[in-house]
């Protein structure tokens, strides 16, 4: 059994001082982040980068001493691979060609054809298993099926993830048929991940939280329980993470119905709230307001000892409840990294 304190807190263990990571921990905030990706030219070019988007990984962890590092990729290169038009406008985000009708369904590539566009993927894989200080561990992430597919169907990012909802309702077949190519084709990559060398994976379903009720269960809890099974049979033991962000009371239970080793938990809900719902199934893993990052001062190192304390009693790993922002000051993450590890 390895003794890495994330796959320890994976695994249930009760650690006097919670292992801590950051979402987007490699990232805009970072002046090295910056250069790197000037150098490869742009963000897509820096995910398919093996080299560089190895660097990047590395680089939080040589200044922070994080305990895990989290590949540098990126969860829309999935349905890129899978043929849609993907590009990023400048402050503006992603914009993909869309997917919304039975034609533009059928024309995806199949599951197993995805590996040429995601090779370079793996190779950074491989490059961090290498590379990684001995007791970091690496983590593999997808995103999880309905929140690549509000972008497929949508073509770009939404609020309210309005279009997608609308293909929902009005063509269910073609909504649920892209659900389910996305679900085999996240279980292919992740597999491709693992055995190239990330020790736990991610699913990252930023968009859960939009899905009420029955669609909840249909869109976030079944394709989540249908990947991580597939995955487990293929990998025994294999630790996954699940996030479905701002699902609110659809966190409890979330773990059980979906085979998750760990939750991760947003901001949305207090770490006192976690701790008594979710936390009870298991491991936990957040969720300090990424604003501290960019704010910092007392009110951090208070915010930081009150999630600490509020998820002591059981296994938990600290995160923040999402992404660190680009505005964020780097000396307020070691400030974070300080007060967990010394008090
Ligand atoms: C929805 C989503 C995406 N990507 C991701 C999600 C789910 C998590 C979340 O809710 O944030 C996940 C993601 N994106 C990225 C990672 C790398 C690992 C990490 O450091 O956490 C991970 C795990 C790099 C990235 N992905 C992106 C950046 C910024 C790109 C840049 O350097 O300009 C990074 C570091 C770009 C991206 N990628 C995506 C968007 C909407 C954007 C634009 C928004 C933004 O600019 O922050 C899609």
């Keep these: 059994m390895s003794d890495k304190t994330i796959l320890r807190a994976l695994r249930g263990e009760v650690l006097p001082t919670p292992p801590v990571w950051m979402m987007r921990q490699a990232g805009r ?3 090295e982040y910056r250069a790197t990706r000037a150098q490869a030219g742009d963000f897509l070019s820096l995910c398919y980068n093996s080299e560089l988007a190895a660097e990047v990984t590395l680089q939080p962890i040589r200044r922070y001493g994080f305990d895990a590092a989290i590949l540098f990729a990126d969860i829309l290169l999935l349905p890129q691979a899978l043929g849609v038009d993907l590009w990023f406008e400048t402050g503006e985000g992603p914009r993909m060609s869309t997917t919304t009708t039975p034609a533009e369904l ?3 590539k199949g599951c197993d054809d995805i590996h040429d566009t995601l090779a370079p993927i793996y190779e950074t894989v491989r490059i961090l298993r290498r590379e990684l200080p001995s007791e970091t561990t690496l983590i593999g992430f997808a995103g999880a099926p309905w929140t690549v597919a509000t972008y497929m169907i949508a073509g770009h990012g939404t609020r309210d993830q309005g279009p997608a909802h609308a293909l929902k309702a009005t063509d269910r077949a073609t909504f649920a048929g892209i659900i ?3 679900t085999e084709a996240t279980v292919e990559y992740l597999a491709k991940q693992v055995e190239a060398g990330a020790e736990v994976v991610k699913l990252f ?3 859960a939280g939009s899905l009420k009720g029955q669609d909840f269960e249909d869109f976030a809890v079944a394709p989540t329980a249908r990947i991580i099974a ?8 294999l630790p996954v993470i699940a996030f479905p962000r701002e699902a609110g009371e659809g966190y409890v239970g979330f773990a059980k119905k979906t085979g998750a080793d760990c939750v991760a938990i947003d901001n949305s ?8 719902h979710v936390q009870k199934d298991g491991c936990v893993q957040g969720n300090l307001d990424p ?4 704010t910092g001062g007392d009110a951090l190192v208070e915010a930081t000892r009150e999630v600490v304390r509020a998820f002591s009693k059981g296994p938990h790993i600290f995160n923040l409840g999402h992404g660190i922002t680009p505005d964020a000051d780097p000396e307020n993450v070691a400030l974070m990294v300080e007060t967990i ?3």
């Design 230 to 237: 597939e995955l487990k049979a293929r990998f025994p033991g």
């Design 341 to 343: 590890r010394k008090g």
């Design 291 to 294: 604003r501290h990052m960019v």
């Design 106 to 108: 059928a024309a995806l």
């Design 205 to 207: 379903d930023s968009w």
């Design 269 to 276: 809900v207090s770490a006192d709230w976690a701790a008594a």
């Design 29 to 31: 905030y970072l002046p």
């Design 180 to 182: 389910d190519r996305l």
